[in-house]
């Protein structure tokens, strides 16, 4: 069965149905593993920042903490050699357009 499609699991007094998504698959979040070494929450975060820049929204969005978010930020910065938010977005922006 496909990671994409719903699976369900058979338990003694009932069933349970599992739901994944595509956006977990999103090959961006690969490349910033593979290029820049980051995290799969560092990935991800990045990804929501990069479309939502608003650590609120990006902690809302990803189920973490504004301060968890704020951390992963600070990584992904160090990891990816930029000084600002905006370096940041302009380096996301780049490499999401491959």
């Known amino acids: 069965m496909s990671d994409t499609v ?5 338990y003694k ?20 593993i593979e290029i820049h ?4 929450c560092e990935a991800i975060c990045a990804l929501h920042f990069m479309k939502t820049p608003s650590i609120a929204d990006v902690a809302k969005n ?6 968890t978010v ?8 160090q990891k990816m050699d930029v000084h600002s938010q905006a370096e ?6 780049t490499l999401a357009s491959l």
Do not use: V, Y
Request: proline share 2%; aromatic share 8%; glycine share 2%.
């Open 37 to 40: 070494q980051l995290s799969r």
């Open 13 to 32: 007094d009932g069933f349970i149905l599992a739901f994944t998504h595509d956006k977990a698959k999103d090959p961006s979040i690969s490349r910033l």
């Open 62 to 67: 990803t189920f973490r903490s504004q301060n």
């Open 88 to 93: 940041l977005m302009k380096k996301l922006i």
């Open 6 to 10: 719903n699976q369900w699991e058979c």
């Open 70 to 77: 704020r951390n992963h930020i600070k990584h992904i910065m």
